[in-house]
């Protein structure tokens, strides 16, 4: 079965960047035809999804995000990961990692892990 877990700090200061890893098992990462995606939840706000990453290294962002978000992987590790700079508190949220096939809703996802934006 596949699983995914997110790593990174839980803390980041206000203008730098956030950087998580999501660590993929039991599925590789550039198989057909995946797509590896990020999302946060902020307190009290609903789950928002900020791009992904395809089996190819294809990457789409969110329209909102995209300025400043930037989605990576290693496919030696079995792993991708997301950057997003330029942080302010508005940014702490729950971070999840997750995956989708093709022409389907997300189906794996990580536990999740919080991140604070604060000085």
């Known amino acids: 079965q596949v699983q995914l877990q997110e790593s990174g700090p839980g803390l980041v200061k206000p203008s730098q960047t956030l950087s998580l890893t999501c660590t993929v098992s039991?599925?590789?990462?550039?198989?057909?035809?995946?797509?590896w995606g990020w999302f946060r939840q902020p307190p009290g706000k609903g789950l928002e999804w900020m791009g992904a990453i395809a089996y190819s290294g294809s990457t789409y962002y969110s329209p909102s995000l995209k300025s400043r978000t930037s989605i990576s992987r290693d496919t030696s590790t079995n792993q991708f990961t997301l950057q997003l700079s330029s942080v302010t508190p508005e940014d702490t949220a729950v971070y999840y990692c997750?995956?989708?096939?093709?022409?389907?809703?997300?189906?794996?996802w990580g536990q999740g892990t919080q991140v604070t934006v604060s000085s």
């Open positions: 997750a995956r989708r096939p093709n022409m389907w809703a997300y189906d794996y």
């Open positions: 039991g599925g590789s990462i550039t198989t057909n035809y995946y797509y």
